[in-house]
């Protein structure tokens, strides 16, 4: 890379500190408990930034700060923070940086499927990511859920095969399964000296040399380790791999191929550059293994996050495009540029109980300075920066002024919500923002005392602002309040909140499903709507045709009126009043889904026809082509990886059959059990403690959301009399 005196000041400000070639904003992701926040807090402490290690089980860790996350042990939100690694010379392993400092902008993100949203927003604004394994397990549920998420931003990634010291643990292994259930095109590029308890060290295959870690205290001291020639016993495996790793890298390299077909020799520099642009441009991932616990191979994984993934620089520029624009195709570039306009993405909102509203956001182009303002193009208005702050965990530091490539908070602005783009008042422009899935469970809730209504409403609007994939609503026919969310520890920790952060304590009905409704066939539909109470009536009458969509493919309402048969100014009315119907439900109240619905016919009225009488008819068109359509009623289906010794084998596939769940597959691995089985959400509350109890604390389970099924006519009568009683779990 370039010395810092010769960078081209036409990228970088001179008065930033660090260029954006040195600088990486990346993310840790993976599965539950693989140890994300473990190898967070490792790498904070070997870059610095604290010198007192923390530990999820004590509930110490810095990005680990809220009170529910140093409770339950998981991480409930992502954390954003900013540290500096230098690379040392006298290594003799990395050097193409050796000598300069480096920021890091991390991100630690949640593992629990209920807190997906936290791992989306998040990979909306990386530009590379590590994806932990545990090396026991391997890739499990949610591994493939974080690694799709980066799949669909395009964020490159490495990864990190954690745990080699437990039993069980297997690099090999691990890396099978990355090829098979991720498809991923994964190299090692560090392989394993030992395993378990004879975990000593690791093999640098580019270098081929052996890193050997000493022993030391685990919670105040580093662990120093030696670099030396690779162990006669792991010779020939540490030649196979490099030969495995530079025919991977040539099979989609060029400058690669061309050196073997000419025969000539592959130095370790040419290597690491051609590794490096191939995880750029998402062609390879490379992989390394070590202990976060142990704090083996955290260095390296440091090292190789500057040396393979990238800096803004080296991905394509953030695109957006007009606001309110209908040309999808027409996109405006955005370059890391810290001269050119300042455009940034808003991706979090979280407040804070000292500092207020803090707006996390990444910055895509220019700079941006306290005092100066920027706009909204969403609200089309502008404001202005009082207070400026870097992220660190628990921890704010503010700053005068950002750059291009800085991850920072924002403090005091009014009207945001997650995904506003924030730029120049002369560069309007639209990000494109991060998408959230549904909820897919509600319950009503309500405050033990009248005296917290108002509290509580204040504290669940903040609570959803806060968070995409939190729902709250009131029921119309009941006046009951609702929430809904991703799952039972998603809405429990919501309450959680209330109490701690609004001092509301609030009672919960029971969870609700959030069941969807659809056709099986195509049908027609006619609403009128006629009042005639003496003056000037009411008059709307229209004629839809109604079709099932492609699944996945949503709702579509399209309007092929012809002949002035329903007036233009009327068309909106009708199809305002579908999409109303659709969102509350025609068939049992729940929301219709993959549904097409044309508006082809209608008449008027003169003088009596009105926006309002052609909502009405919109409304009872829909539900008249609804019920001839083969309305049916389907339900979240979850994807359910549960792990058990052998011996309850059976009576866990025995209750997984009795909960209606269809049985994929029953894989031994390490000495246990792995059921995978597709199971109703409605069969699983209250699993984790069945779970528990039949096999005595010792089997472990995950899930997450898969699909919608059809609901069979077994249990259909029970959802359908369920939800005309409860109205209320309605969504």
């Known amino acids: 890379m370039s010395d810092p005196a010769a960078i081209n000041s036409t990228v970088n400000s001179p008065l930033r500190q660090y260029p954006l070639e040195r600088t990486r904003n990346f993310g840790i992701c ?69 000598g300069l400092s480096h920021r890091i902008n991390i991100i630690d993100t949640p593992g629990h499927v209920d807190f997906t949203a936290e791992v989306e927003r998040s990979m909306r604004v990386l530009d590379g990511a590590v994806a932990v394994f545990c090396g026991v397990a391997g890739v499990q549920p949610q591994s493939e859920t974080v690694w799709r998420q980066a799949t669909k931003y395009k ?176 996109r405006i570039p955005v370059p890391p540029d810290d001269n050119s306009k300042f455009c940034s993405l808003a991706f979090k909102l979280w407040t804070d109980p000292y500092a207020g509203k803090l707006v996390f956001f990444r910055v895509y182009s220019g700079q941006l300075k306290k005092g100066d303002s920027i706009y909204n193009p969403r609200t089309r208005k502008r404001e202005r920066v009082s207070r400026l702050m870097v992220i660190q965990g628990s921890e704010r530091k503010d700053v005068d002024s950002v750059y291009s490539g800085d991850i920072a908070a924002l403090v005091g602005l009014r009207n945001i919500t997650t995904g506003d783009t924030l730029c120049n008042e002369d560069f309007d422009i639209a990000l494109e923002p991060p998408t959230f899935p549904e909820p897919v469970i509600s319950m009503a809730i309500e405050p033990k005392t009248k005296a917290d209504q108002d509290k ?71 609403g009128k709507f006629i009042r005639q109470s003496g003056g000037r009536g009411q008059y709307g009458h229209a004629v839809v045709d109604v079709e099932p969509n492609e699944k996945g493919k949503g709702v579509e309402i399209l309007n092929k009126v012809v002949g002035g048969t ?115 959400l409605a069969e699983m509350f209250g699993y984790a403690t069945a779970i528990r109890s039949l096999s005595k604390g010792r089997a472990s389970y995950s899930m997450e959301p898969l699909h919608f099924e059809q609901v069979p006519n077994s249990v259909l009568t029970t959802v359908m009399d369920a939800a005309k009683k409860r109205p209320a779990a309605r969504s």
């Open 30 to 98: 993976a599965h539950i408990d693989a140890g994300k926040t473990t190898t967070t807090e490792r790498i904070l402490f070997y870059t610095g930034l604290i010198h007192k290690i923390g530990d999820v089980d004590d509930g110490n860790t810095v990005t680990d700060w809220m009170e529910q996350e140093k409770e339950r042990g998981i991480t409930i939100t992502s954390a954003a923070v900013t540290s500096f690694w230098t690379q040392k010379k006298d290594e003799g392993l990395y050097k193409n940086f050796e």
């Open 155 to 330: 964020v490159p990634r490495i990864a990190f095969v954690n745990k080699m010291d437990r039993t069980g643990a297997n690099f090999d292994n691990a890396l099978a399964d990355m090829r098979k259930k991720l498809g991923a095109y994964a190299f090692p590029i560090f392989l394993n000296i030992g395993a378990e308890d004879k975990f000593a060290g690791v093999i640098d295959v580019v270098n081929q040399k052996a890193i050997i870690w000493g022993e030391g205290d685990l919670t105040n001291e580093g662990l120093k380790y030696e670099v030396t020639e690779i162990p006669a016993a792991h010779k020939d495996r540490a030649e196979a791999a490099l030969a495995e790793l530079i025919d991977a890298v040539s099979n989609k390299d060029d400058a690669i191929a061309e050196l073997i077909l000419e025969e000539k020799p592959i130095s370790v520099p040419v290597l690491k550059a051609a590794i490096r642009r191939l995880t750029c441009l998402i062609e390879l991932v490379p992989v390394l293994c070590g202990t976060a616990f142990k704090k083996k191979g955290v260095q390296v994984l440091i090292d190789a996050v500057i040396d393979y993934l990238p800096s803004p620089l080296d991905i394509p520029p953030a695109t957006g495009m007009v606001p309110d624009s209908e040309d999808t195709e027409d």
């Open 456 to 526: 509580m409403s204040q504290g669940l609007q903040r609570l959803a602002e806060e968070d995409p994939t939190f729902k709250c609503f009131t029921n119309e026919e009941t006046g009951q309040l609702i929430i809904a969310g991703m799952g039972e520890l998603h809405l429990e920790i919501i309450r959680d909140r209330l109490k701690r952060e609004f001092s509301v304590e609030a009672d919960a009905g029971a969870p609700q499903i959030a069941y969807r409704e659809t056709i099986t066939k195509s049908a027609e539909g006619e």
């Open 566 to 680: 329903i007036p233009k100014e009327y068309i909106p009315a009708v199809m305002n009043g579908i999409a109303e119907a659709i969102k509350s439900g025609v068939y049992a109240g729940f929301q219709v889904i993959d549904i097409k619905v044309t508006v082809k016919d209608g008449s008027f009225h003169e003088v009596d026809s009105n926006e309002l009488a052609f909502k009405m008819a919109g409304i009872f068109a829909l539900k008249d082509a609804f019920a001839q359509a083969g309305p049916i009623l389907l339900e979240p289906i979850m994807k359910v990886e549960a792990t058990t010794p052998d011996e309850y084998q059976g009576d866990i596939l025995g209750d997984i059959n009795r909960r209606r769940g269809m049985i994929q597959g029953v894989d031994a691995k390490n000495g246990q059990t792995v059921l995978t089985a597709q199971v109703p």
